[in-house]
């Protein structure tokens, strides 16, 4: 298989996947449900604050204590700030090298974890209120 083809082939399963999740999104936050709840959901901010829970919440899942996640961002954070869009591709090299010496297939767990998401709109919209939140300018 030439590098071309499996380039085609993995774009068009993260674009496929990222239509999907955005798709489940725009579902769970549409303005239907308040006119404010898509623009707050879809702030920079607030999308770095779901991710940074998630993360968490994988690293406490495997082998991270809550002392080595503490010097984890204290050794971050004492460094100079990054690009973001090299730190999302870093993010999504480690999180495939994760998976891969987890034995995890992340589209499999994604696909399953969408499907859950859909049957748990109404209580997703709900627990958002309770959940850490930007200072809203």
Known sequence: MSQNVIKKEFDDIIYELQKEVHDWFVECFS??????????QSSPEIRDIRFYEEVTELMQAGTISREKAHEIVDYVFNRAKGD??????GTMISLLSLCSCRGIDLLEETKKELSILYGKIDRIRGRQKDKPQPELR
């Open 31 to 40: 303005p239907k449900h308040g006119p404010s709840v898509l623009e707050i």
């Open 84 to 89: 973001i869009k090299q730190e999302v591709a």
